[in-house]
């Protein structure tokens, strides 16, 4: 059984052109399945819309929070990448599955208990968020029908991080691309009331998405089930905790968690700033947010296969290749990206008017997207930097410059110039794009030192 099921494996790379073809061959996969999650997204976004800018404003106002609390399992989302890839790396797949095992069964237990405690406080979130009264009630509805399927969310993203650590980005792709159609399909149904279903707009959204997500878990569940995979699990295996690997995946995972905590945590005080200019200005927020994530697909699909190569080069102890895989990778990116900020530039306010038609809101979601323009390029950098750093375990120092980035630039200088100086939206988007510029530098320091090299030697016992 190869350990790269869908890549190339990192014994048969020796050249630039292979390095290429082997990003190519991860990334594509995921850029086809990040890219239609996004488009649904902004589909998902445009079909709310038609109930009213208050539609678009109370989905916002509960995607940040539910974000926020999926954000603690990145912890193992990504420190089961990282065992795995470098299992993958050395040939190892009894390791790998155990990795994979451990993790499934601690995200089921936590999910539970998130579920328990979210459903009953989403009110009292939804209002800590400030919210205005006509998006309260819609707000806290959507909120506790997505924490009610959080077991099935983040189940499918553990197992999901378990397969591309082993280079397969198909089956992920293929159980998002039919979930994506479920989600868009059940909005249709639930949102607006057709084919005799009862019309229950912003809550039927929600209601949709979390179906999808059920569907995308079932589906990734049974492909690890197959034995044909380098990674399997069944209920036939032993699921007794084995503290060994869970400590590896935590202390690689929990500073990731903590950096998704640190940028939710910004997130979701970025966004009450924002909501308290008032529910307009918040639905420009929000679809400037939509179209920057789904500009986002390219630099998160290269990001992904970086991680995932970067692992894998280290775990055949072949440091050399990784340095030349994040070299060819943000090279890509930096040129994709800087393409996706021109249509920004020009053409921004047409896209932001295909979510609404309120003139006010168009104005200032393509004011927006024209900082976010020049911001493409810091961001390709980050991005790919960021993903081989999480690749070599370095995780801790992604952290710091989550923190100071999202803590120290873009909430602080927000604050100053949307709030204190009187710019609004545009000073807060100004803040946006200066917080990637610092990231973007300090990735950069960190990887020109070379210290992520050595992460391989605390982590030689793994496989």
């Known amino acids: 059984?190869?350990?790269?099921?869908?890549?190339?494996?990192?014994?048969?790379?020796?050249?630039?052109?292979?390095?290429?073809?082997?990003?190519?061959?991860?990334?594509?996969?995921?850029?086809?399945?990040?890219?239609?999650?996004?488009?649904?997204?902004?589909?998902?976004?445009?079909?709310?819309?038609?109930?009213?800018?208050?539609?678009?404003?109370?989905?916002?106002?509960?995607?940040?929070p539910t974000m926020l609390v999926f954000s603690v399992f990145s912890a193992l989302v990504v420190g089961t990448t990282a065992l795995v890839a470098r299992a993958a790396g050395a040939g190892d797949r009894d390791y790998a599955c155990r990795v994979t095992r451990q993790s499934f069964v601690i995200v089921l237990i936590m999910g539970v208990i998130i579920t328990a405690v979210g459903i009953p406080a989403s009110g009292s979130i939804i209002r800590l968020m400030g919210a205005n009264a006509d998006t309260i009630a819609p707000a806290t509805i959507y909120m506790q029908i997505i924490m009610a399927g959080t077991v099935f969310t983040i189940g499918n993203m553990v197992l999901a991080a378990s397969l591309r650590g082993a280079g397969d980005m198909v089956t992920p792709m293929i159980s998002n691309m039919v979930a994506n159609v479920v989600n868009l399909f059940g909005n249709w149904v639930l949102i607006n009331g057709m084919l005799g279903f009862p019309r229950w707009e912003v809550a039927g959204a929600a209601v949709a998405t979390s179906l999808s997500r059920m569907i995308a878990f079932f589906i990734t569940f049974h492909a690890v089930y197959r034995r044909d995979k380098f990674i399997h699990i069944s209920?036939?295996?032993?699921?007794?905790?084995?503290?060994?690997?869970?400590?590896?995946v935590l202390d690689?995972?929990?500073?990731?968690?903590?950096?998704?905590?640190?940028?939710?945590?910004?997130?979701?005080?970025?966004?009450?700033?924002?909501?308290?200019?008032?529910?307009?200005?918040?639905?420009?927020?929000?679809?400037?947010?939509?179209?920057?994530?789904?500009?986002?697909?390219?630099?998160?699909?290269f990001q992904m296969a970086t991680t995932t190569l970067v692992g894998q080069g280290l775990g055949a102890q072949k440091p050399e290749l990784s340095e030349e895989v994040t070299h060819q990778s943000t090279i890509i990116s930096v040129n994709i990206?800087?393409?996706?900020?021109?249509?920004?530039?020009?053409?921004?306010?047409?896209?932001?008017?295909?979510?609404?038609?309120?003139?006010?809101?168009?104005?200032?979601?393509?004011?927006?997207?024209?900082?976010?323009?020049?911001?493409?390029?810091?961001?390709?950098?980050?991005?790919v930097l960021a993903g081989a750093l999480r690749g070599a375990g370095d995780t801790k120092y992604t952290m710091y410059v989550s923190t100071i980035g999202v803590w120290g630039v873009r909430l602080l200088l927000g604050y100053i110039l949307a709030d204190l100086l009187g710019m609004a939206l545009i000073g807060a988007w100004i803040a946006v794009a200066a917080d990637m510029l610092v990231r973007m530098l300090l990735a950069l320091r960190r990887f020109l030192s070379g210290h992520w090299k050595k992460q391989v030697l605390a982590m030689e016992e793994c496989c």
Do not use: C
């Open 1 to 64: 059984m190869s350990s790269k099921e869908n890549g190339v494996p990192v014994s048969q790379i020796e050249t630039s052109a292979d390095i290429r073809k082997a990003i190519f061959k991860l990334a594509l996969p995921a850029l086809a399945e990040f890219g239609l999650m996004m488009l649904v997204q902004m589909i998902d976004m445009i079909q709310v819309g038609v109930l009213g800018p208050w539609a678009i404003a109370a989905t916002g106002l509960a995607v940040q």
């Open 337 to 383: 990206m800087s393409l996706v900020g021109l249509f920004f530039f020009l053409f921004g306010k047409y896209v932001v008017g295909i979510f609404t038609k309120d003139a006010q809101v168009i104005s200032m979601g393509a004011g927006a997207l024209k900082i976010l323009a020049l911001a493409q390029p810091f961001t390709a950098v980050y991005f």
């Open 235 to 248: 209920l036939k295996d032993s699921y007794r905790l084995e503290p060994d690997i869970l400590r590896k």
């Open 252 to 301: 690689i995972g929990i500073p990731a968690a903590v950096e998704q905590l640190i940028m939710r945590g910004g997130a979701l005080l970025f966004t009450r700033l924002i909501a308290g200019f008032g529910t307009l200005m918040f639905a420009a927020h929000q679809i400037a947010i939509n179209i920057d994530s789904l500009g986002l697909v390219p630099v998160m699909a």
